[in-house]
Nanobody, 124 residues
């Protein structure tokens, strides 16, 4: 059974940091790209970052470049999203997703499996 389990969300003040984790199981981790998406109330799901488990290449949305860092621990089948200098506009439910052969990392339909999401709230 494929599972993606996010953790690490919470409430933080603006300027603070959080580290999200995405623990994967049930598929060959090295074959997949892992993406982080977020969705705020009333808004479309937005691709935030992505990492290829095979070669480590990364993608970041312009809105998070320089503040967020994605990394992968292939031995633990886990991807992390370190979020620094958080802003109120980063408030959303954050999801991780796994896809094989991902071409456009910010498009949700490129991904096959999704986690249940973790809430991130940044207060001003």
């Amino acid at each position: 059974e494929v599972q993606l389990v996010e953790s690490g969300g919470g409430l933080v003040q603006a300027g603070g940091s959080l580290r999200l984790s995405c623990a994967a199981s049930g598929f060959t981790f090295d074959d997949y790209a892992i993406g982080w998406f977020r969705q705020a109330p009333g808004k479309e799901r937005e691709g935030v970052s992505c990492i290829s488990s095979s070669d480590g290449s990364t993608y970041y949305a312009d809105s998070v470049k320089g503040r967020f860092t994605i990394s992968s621990d292939n031995a633990k089948n886990t991807v992390y999203l370190q979020m620094n200098s958080l802003k109120p506009e980063d408030t959303a439910v954050y999801y991780c997703a796994a896809g094989i052969g991902v071409v456009v990392p910010y498009r949700p339909y490129e991904y096959d499996y999704w986690g249940q999401g973790t809430q991130v709230t940044v207060s001003s």
